[in-house]
């Protein structure tokens, strides 16, 4: 017998988001059904969906504009670090280790996936460099292909727009606390060729 026409809008609904198939859609489906407490789900969108917007500086999602970062006189505000998306961003501050300001690039460029040059907010970091006062931009994009594809799209168009700002890209190597014989080969080789000097000859 085939679940009532609302259950089933609700499963599809599920089966939309990323990573989401047809059994898991079910069971969380049927979880909002059984717990009272789960209902608040649909009050969080809605209100995430009509509050939530894009930081007309930094493109990082917020409920005020400019942003809570871009807005704190506080930050450092001659270095950019370029990030793909709002969560990299939140992963740099939890971790206290950036002082500076951000520029989220909405993804990585990705033909293959459908994600162009035009999608992407390189533009709007091009129009903060012409702006003036930014010494620095670091690029902090994945290490992966798309990553690596971003950093060089975000590199030509600092070089075809004639900024002159220095651009960086964030150190590689072997992560602390890993072990090397679980590492993947390309952090491997990232670490071989970043390797430092620890004694003067």
């Known amino acids: 017998m085939a679940y009532p026409e609302p259950l089933e809008e609700l ?31 649909s009050a969080a969108i809605d209100r995430a969906v ?11 999602v917020t409920d005020e504009d400019p942003c809570a970062i871009c807005a704190d006189e ?14 990299d961003v939140e992963a740099v501050e939890r971790s206290g280790a950036w002082s500076g300001l951000y520029h989220v690039l909405l993804g990585s460029f990705n033909p ?3 994600t162009e040059a035009e999608h992407l907010s390189v ?3 091009v129009e903060r460099v012409r702006a003036g006062n930014v010494a620095e931009v670091i ?19 600092l070089e075809r727009a ?10 590689r190597g072997l992560p602390a606390g890993s072990a090397i014989e679980y590492l993947h080969r390309g952090v491997l080789e990232d670490a071989l060729e970043g390797r430092r000097s620890v004694r003067r000859r």
């Open 139 to 157: 690029l902090g994009t994945d290490p992966d292909a798309e990553g690596e594809a971003t950093a060089l799209l975000v590199l030509e168009a």
């Open 123 to 125: 533009g709007g970091l």
């Open 74 to 87: 506080r930050r450092d505000r001659d270095a950019i670090l370029v990030v793909e998306e709002p969560r």
């Open 50 to 60: 009509r509050t939530t917007r894009r930081c007309r500086l930094c493109s990082n």
């Open 112 to 114: 293959a996936d459908g």
């Open 11 to 41: 499963v599809r609904a599920f089966e939309r988001l990323p990573g989401i198939g047809r059994r898991t859609a079910e069971r969380l489906a049927f979880h909002l059904l059984r717990d009272p407490a789960a209902r608040a789900l």
């Open 162 to 171: 004639g900024v002159d700002v220095r651009v960086t890209r964030m150190a």
